[in-house]
């Protein structure tokens, strides 16, 4: 049976070990909007984030739970890349999130749990306000300590097959601004 296809970025799984309110300035990086469960990276001017950058090298505070405007009002929806506001980020270096692999010519397996990968970025949805990133199946699970993600397992459902399209990962961020990057497959 095939999987789902439901880009999400990273959905954090089980517990929130711990959240904070970031700044969103006035103009993100590229000009480009901010979707629940994006990526996004601590800039180094205080208290500002933006999303962050696929691939390799490109590190990651944590991923957007809540998007409120510049009036403090929660948004229901995504934030455009015109105004400004705050976030609420899921930024522990020990959460654990669901992430699904983009379906192109390869697959992850079960051999890949414990390696490193790194993500690609897509376009958030305007119909579910989700995030567009997904894991990059064409990559292996390997030991480059400044890949983006660690694989943990493939999710523990029926409707999630893993070596097919679209497989659902737990995983949690391995360059983590807040965190070294973990060397070594399976450790």
């Known amino acids: 049976m095939a999987n789902l296809n439901f880009p999400r970025g990273l959905q954090p ?99 890949d749990a414990g390696g490193n990968i790194n993500l690609v970025s897509g376009t958030g949805s305007e119909v579910n306000f989700r995030s567009g990133f997904e894991l990059d199946d064409s990559e292996t699970g390997d030991a480059t300590v400044d890949d983006q993600i660690r694989l943990v397992r493939p999710a523990n459902r029926v409707d999630n097959t893993v070596g097919l399209a679209n497989a659902d990962w737990i995983c949690f961020i391995n360059n983590h601004q807040r965190n070294a990057g973990i060397v070594g497959v399976g450790v």
């Open 13 to 111: 799984y089980e517990w929130i070990p711990h959240r904070a309110e970031f700044v969103v300035p006035a103009s993100l990086t590229g000009n480009v909007d901010l979707f629940i469960w994006d990526p996004v990276i601590l800039t180094g001017t205080g208290n500002e984030i933006d999303i962050a950058g696929a691939g390799n090298g490109n590190p990651i505070i944590g991923t957007v739970l809540a998007i409120y405007d510049l009036n403090g009002d929660p948004i229901n929806v995504y934030r455009d890349a015109s105004g400004g506001g705050t976030v609420v980020v899921a930024d522990s270096p020990h959460q654990y999130y669901v992430a699904q692999g983009d379906g192109d010519t390869s697959f992850l397996d079960l051999n």
